[in-house]
């Protein structure tokens, strides 16, 4: 089997297990393909818990669960130095705290204060964590899938806008299809017929960190021409100077994207193109992850917000204002 069947097969065992989530999973399977991390949004009972649990339960990797509440301290998750006792003396080691996994599941994010939350920026970015200054490497396969409900719900916090950069996509997730959901009931009868008769569920694969390794290695040699480049360049350029483009375009917008957005638009544009068979990128590469690289990264004005605009019919804007090069 090669690696990308290894990683389509990954994708269709993950979609067995994550009912009528199949554009939310392939965008997951993106971002671990490009080394990024992934903040998940909906209302709360959309599966986004279950669908990083499915990618850890068909993934060799260690999964940690860090629950973020209002009285979480920094240190409760990175980890802090501990007095130990050894033979008689006193020995202060670090201790590991829960980021030191592979997949990291920050649930519910937006529930503890900015000092926690902003506690995560240097493991995100740098993949190490500095207490008392010493520096402690974090595993070569580190990825942060943090879930959050809506700002609007009771007891959250927005995100400061500086960890919001440092995730390479922000999937949405929204109400399955009917059917969709009838299978979710007898999934989950199955599921509760499994435990009550200590029956342990079968995994229908396993994929080795070797071959998503092998993957990052495949996909890096895929090739970006510099149309493709300047394409890249010119829709974060419309985002950030969006008068130039469309005047209702600049009346929506008051901050555009950052660096960070044109560097995950090439990095997810050339792991969709992977993903689909091709040894190049194409403008539709970039036409499909757009909204998840860039939905988190550009701010609205208080006249959009007034108005109802949502950052979907931006990006679909911005789309349709700038020119594809030839």
Request: charged share 20%; proline share 6%; net charge negative.
């Amino acid at each position: 089997m090669s690696v990308r069947a290894s990683i389509l097969a990954l994708q269709d065992s993950i979609n067995q297990a994550v009912l009528g989530q199949e554009a939310v999973v392939r965008q997951v399977l993106l971002a671990l393909l490009a080394n990024g991390h992934v903040l998940l949004e909906s209302l709360p009972g959309l599966a986004k818990t279950r669908t990083v649990r499915a990618l850890a339960a068909h993934l060799e990797a260690q999964m940690s669960r860090i629950q973020f509440t209002p009285d979480l301290l920094p240190s409760d998750i990175t980890g802090s130095e501990v007095l130990h006792s050894d033979a008689g003396h006193n020995l202060i080691q670090f201790q590991p705290g829960p980021l030191f996994g592979n997949l990291i599941l920050a649930d519910e994010i937006n529930r503890a204060p900015a000092k926690v939350q902003a506690a995560l920026l240097e493991a995100m970015e740098e993949r190490q964590i500095t207490v008392a200054g010493s520096s402690h490497p974090l595993p070569e396969l580190f990825m942060v899938l943090a879930t959050q409900n809506p700002i609007e719900q009771e007891g959250t916090y927005p995100l400061p806008e500086a960890q919001m950069d440092r995730f390479l996509m922000k999937v949405l997730l929204d109400y399955p299809q009917p059917a969709d959901e009838a299978q979710v009931l007898r999934l989950l009868r199955l599921e509760e017929r499994a435990q009550t008769t200590h029956t342990p569920a079968p995994v229908t694969f396993h994929l080795a960190q070797s071959e998503l390794f092998a993957a990052r290695r495949e996909m890096g040699a895929i090739h970006v021409s510099e149309s493709i480049d300047r394409y890249i360049i010119d829709l974060i350029n419309a985002s950030r100077f969006p008068a130039n483009y469309d005047a209702e375009l600049a009346s929506w917008i008051s901050l555009g994207a950052s660096p960070r957005g044109a560097i995950g638009l090439d990095r997810a544009a050339r792991a969709n193109a992977w993903l689909e068979g091709a040894d190049y990128v194409s403008p539709d590469d970039l036409r499909r992850v757009l909204h998840p690289v860039l939905r988190h990264r550009i701010q609205l004005s208080y006249d959009a917000v007034a108005d109802g605009i949502s950052v979907e019919q931006v990006l679909e804007r911005l789309l349709d204002k700038v020119a594809i090069p030839a």
